[in-house]
């Protein structure tokens, strides 16, 4: 019982700490003071260090994340890997809380043309969730923004629609809007039986 009220202190504090940061990075992205230490970084080493993070939980609620191979060969983008580590990380447990168990998230990367802007390298987060309406798309880079019915979050990162401050998604796209970048949403509809699902979009600058 003690080891057990003692795990539940820990896990508390550990939240309570990613909040505190998650309200931090916050303010500075609204202050304007965030300045990003851009410079060469693959995306394969941390994709796989995240892979590695939530492998217990991926196991208790028997989820697969699979990385595409291909994301090896993709040349190196123009980013501050530690913003760069924030931002896939919220976007992958976003995919990972609207996912119900047994589901799965992709994650791919591949170039794409911009137009008037040249080669950038395009992230995709796909996964067999319960999707987002439309209406949403755009509303949920807002911060403290949550989708659904706040009384029925389960507390907890990586739960099924487990609750949170509502802030990992407008820290994603402030950390992509300082990055020079773009991230949007792709969702046909929300649908608790048919999960129509969600893939996220993020377009960074390839590293000269």
């Known amino acids: ?51 590695k993070d939530y492998v217990e939980d991926l196991k208790t609620r028997q989820l697969t994340l699979e990385l595409d191979p291909d994301i090896n060969s993709v040349p190196p983008v123009l980013a501050d890997s530690d913003l760069m580590k924030k931002v896939l990380d919220n976007v992958i447990v976003n995919a990972i ?16 043309n911009v137009s008037g802007r040249g080669e950038f390298c395009e992230i995709r987060v796909k996964d067999t969730g319960i999707g987002i309406d439309p209406e949403n798309h755009v509303i949920i880079f807002e911060k403290l923004y949550q989708i659904g019915k706040v009384e029925l979050h389960s507390s907890g990162r990586t739960k099924f629609k487990g609750g949170g401050p509502g802030l990992g998604l407008a820290i994603a796209a402030g950390i992509i809007k300082a990055h020079q970048g773009k991230i949007w949403v792709e969702s046909d509809g929300y649908d608790e039986e048919k999960l129509s699902g969600s893939t996220f979009f993020i377009q960074v600058p390839f590293a000269k």
Do not use: C, W, Y
């Open 97 to 112: 809380k609207f996912t119900p168990d047994g589901g799965k998230i992709t994650v791919s990367a591949h170039k794409v």
């Open 1 to 51: 019982m003690l080891n057990q009220a003692m795990d539940g202190v820990i896990q508390g504090t550990d939240r309570l700490h990613q909040i505190v940061n998650s309200m931090l990075d916050v303010a500075r992205l609204e202050t304007q003071v965030l300045m990003p230490h851009l410079e060469a970084m693959p995306l394969g080493p941390t994709l796989r260090m995240i892979q």
